[in-house]
């Protein structure tokens, strides 16, 4: 079975730091490109980060870039985001989302995805 499940997500100051997990089992992380998107209360799902399965570069929308690391550890079947300077704006429910994919484009559309986790809620208040 395919899984995706995420983990650690919570409450946080602005400024604060929080690492989300994403492990995955059924599949080989080594041949999936995988994404975080992210839904915040009253807005549409929205990409935020992207890893590529070929050869494990990244992408980051821009209001997250320079703040957030996207990385992978195929042999744990681990998939991390790594979130800092926390804005109250990054408050959303937080998805890892993977698609066989081991091509050149960043995938940066819900559509482009076909495996999703349960959600992780991250919350940036003071």
């Known amino acids: 079975q395919l899984q995706l499940v995420e983990s650690g997500g919570g409450l946080v100051q602005p400024g604060g730091s929080l690492r989300l997990s994403c492990v995955v089992s059924?599949?080989?992380?080594?041949?999936?490109?995988i994404g975080w998107f992210r839904r915040a209360p009253g807005k549409e799902r929205e990409g935020v980060s992207c890893?590529?399965?070929?050869?494990?570069?990244?992408y980051y929308q821009d209001s997250v870039k320079g703040r957030f690391t996207i990385s992978r550890d195929v042999a744990a079947n681990t998939v991390y985001l790594q979130m800092n300077g926390l804005k109250p704006d990054d408050t959303a429910v937080y998805y890892c989302?993977?698609?066989?994919?081991?091509?050149?484009?960043?995938?940066?559309?819900?559509?482009?995805?076909?495996?999703w986790g349960q959600g992780t809620q991250v919350t940036v208040s003071a």
């Open positions: 989302a993977a698609t066989q994919f081991l091509g050149l484009d960043f995938l940066i559309n819900s559509s482009d995805y076909d495996l």
């Open positions: 890893l590529r399965a070929r050869d494990g570069s990244t």
């Open positions: 059924g599949f080989n992380l080594a041949y999936y490109t």
